[in-house]
């Protein structure tokens, strides 16, 4: 059994050999291929590698260049508002210019209208003068101003007495058609003890109005004032004032009380 699996090795060797042998050529020009193709990778490894070196220092650089592009932009900015700014200062200085040229023209103007007599050797000597007479007007202006100051507050003075006077005559007067006053008591409700009379607030008649009520020359009662119109008036008869004999009609005369007195 040993002798048989030897001879099979044997056999198994010689045939390898021999395809080997056979196939010796074409795996040397597989492996060459294959040296061949390695190279090439690792050629195109370098390129790539190269490649991305490229990229990363291309995009570094468009980094670079976008700040300084931005830099740029932002100094590109402020020159034009520099410009802008001057473009101001600019019109402004110009307007200013005109003003002045107009100050100018009009100045001329003023010295062409000037009086013969006056020229510009003695102009400062006649503002001077005008100077001084301007002083002594408004001084005597004060003056006068200080003496109308006074008579107006005397004649404040002489209209408030004059005022006075009058409030004092209208009172008096007043106070004698007050007590001049005689009315006619046109109703009478002895059920609820009040009267009707026919004058009211247009004869001076008031809430607090103190009224008598008189027949002929005598006195009747006392009257307590309810409520008082234009021309009317309402009073309650107040009852401890009545006579026991007497009874308040229609017809019989209100009068004040101070009157009455």
């Known amino acids: 059994m040993t002798k048989v699996l030897f001879l099979l090795s044997a056999v198994v060797m010689v045939v390898a050999g021999f395809f080997i042998f056979q196939n010796r050529e074409a795996f040397v020009t597989i492996r060459q291929d294959r040296q061949a193709n390695d190279g090439k990778i690792n050629a195109e490894l370098t390129k790539l590698s190269n490649l991305g070196d490229e990229s990363v220092q291309l995009k570094s650089q468009i ?6 592009l931005n830099s740029e932009q932002v100094r590109i900015e402020q020159i034009n508002i520099k410009l802008r700014n001057a473009e101001t200062e600019a019109a402004n200085a110009a ?9 100018i023209a009009d100045h001329r103007k003023e010295v062409e209208s000037l009086p013969p007599n006056v020229n510009l050797e003695t102009i400062n000597e006649d503002i001077n003068k005008l100077k001084a007479t301007r002083v002594e007007n ?13 008579k107006d507050a005397e004649m404040k003075r002489a209209q408030s007495e004059m005022d006075s006077v009058v409030r004092r005559i209208e009172e008096r007067r007043k106070s004698f058609d007050r007590n001049s006053m005689s009315a006619t008591i046109v109703a009478v409700n002895n059920d609820w003890g009040f009267v009707v009379i026919n004058a009211g607030e247009n004869q001076g008649i008031a809430e607090d109005t103190n009224l008598i009520v008189t027949r002929g020359t005598q006195s009747l009662g006392k009257l307590k004032i309810v409520s008082v119109q234009g021309n009317r008036t309402i009073a309650n008869i107040i009852g401890d004032s009545l006579r026991s004999d007497l009874m308040i009609s229609p017809g019989d005369k209100v009068i004040l009380e101070t009157l009455y007195q």
């Open 63 to 68: 980094e670079t260049m976008t700040a300084e």
């Open 138 to 150: 408004e001084t005597k202006a004060a003056e006068i101003q200080k003496e109308l100051d006074q």
């Open 95 to 103: 307007k200013e210019m005109e003003e002045y040229q107009q100050k």
